[in-house]
């Protein structure tokens, strides 16, 4: 009869020690029982990178990389993408379940009411240097938020939490779109309650002098799509980020900007602004095969190529394609495109990527498309952490009323010097680095 437990042998002792299994995992923490005396420490798990640790619970997102498949709180991803509004995604990912339509609209109120941010924030911003990267002012002012609402300490009051998500939710796209004013040196654009979400960030961005701006719905419908395939992917590195400055119990402003300062690494969510600049550099299609031979020779990565958890086609990727369709209608065709397209077709007969499962990440082709929607390159991890918000909080929340929750503090092996004297400066080598 099988068991859901594992049984091991420690070679060192002979002992043997059941542990159980339940979600196809073991506890690590059951590994601290295997000792080779009963003064000895326990056995440990290392797991650099965290490839293969469960580090909580999650009821948010599934992801089967082999498969392919993304689901917010069970809904595959398309059929979100292809019906739903990030706005009633956000809501969907941050309470668990979709909005019956007057919980929609009271959200909707509640997000679009919160887009303002107090006149303070602008005068920071513009303390920054007039090329400051907006990604870094997004994290320094989104952290700065908390010093407006100290109530967001309450972390273990629902309300305050909920509070919180709306103002993160709206705020965020204020920043942004203030970040971007800021470095082309434009007057900052207030938000228009009359416009959608996505909209009002369109207004916020690109409204020059004009009484009322009208966004292209393509284009406003594209970027709502795009924040949709944002909005969650499980525990990432900077929905880590999130959870683990959240862990401390600091306040979501601070551990928003945390989750920010993360996906701002080229690795993460500074990929598709690479992927642009690398297209660019390879500037023509004839350029491709030295370029894929670079690659292979380790001298470059192919960014918006592979992905930790997908080793198939990222389901996201398959879905801005699409979307990219619809925007060169709008936009014209980005020369850029036909360049990504025989770049994926070369990589993806090529040994090297087939055998090492890298495929089309969301990044390939969402860089592209920002860019013929007008956003300088600085903006694309902007855009990907206005649409990442909700995950981020959504996780968060539940980190907090996890009841395992603790503060999140990984164990180290030591592999440094044993104890030695300390010496007096006079006494010491001078052929150690300065
Ligand atoms: N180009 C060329 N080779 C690659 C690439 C790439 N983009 N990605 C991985 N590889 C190779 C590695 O060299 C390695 O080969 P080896 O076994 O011969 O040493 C193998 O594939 C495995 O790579 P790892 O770095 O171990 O994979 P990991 O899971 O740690 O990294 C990551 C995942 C960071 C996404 C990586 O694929 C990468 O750097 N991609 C380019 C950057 C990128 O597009 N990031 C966006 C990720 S999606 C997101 O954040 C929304």
Known sequence: M????????????????????????????DLARIKTSDDAPGLLSYDPAFLNTAACKSAITFIDGDQGILRYRGYPIDQLAEKSSFLEVAYLIVKGELPAA????????NITHHTIVHENIKKFIDGFHYDAHPMGILVGTVGALSTFYPEAKQINDPESRKIQTHRLIAKMPTLAAFAYRHSIGMP????????????????MMFKKTELKYKPNPVLERALDVLFILHADHEQNCST??????????????????AATAALYGPL????????????????DRSKIPAYIKRVKDGEVRLTGFGHRVYKNYDPRAKFIKRIADEVFEVTGRSPLLDIALELERIALDDEYFVSRKLYPNVDFYSGIIYQAMGFPLDMFPVLFAIGRTPGWLAQWAEMLTDPERRILRPRQIYVGHDVRDYAPVSERRDDNPI
Request: proline share 2%; net charge negative.
């Open 268 to 283: 993460h969510g500074g990929a598709n602004e690479g992927v642009v600049r690398m297209l660019t550099q390879i500037g």
């Open 102 to 109: 007057s919980h929609l609209r009271a959200f909707v109120h």
């Open 188 to 203: 900052y654009a207030y938000p228009d309650n009359d416009l959608s979400y996505t909209g009002n960030f369109l207004n």
């Open 240 to 257: 880590s980020a999130m959870r683990t400055v959240g862990s401390s119990q600091a306040d979501p402003y601070s551990a928003v900007a």
């Open 2 to 29: 099988s068991k859901d437990t594992l049984t091991v042998t420690d070679n060192r002792t002979g002992a043997q020690y059941e542990l159980t299994v339940e979600n196809g995992a073991i506890r690590a923490a």
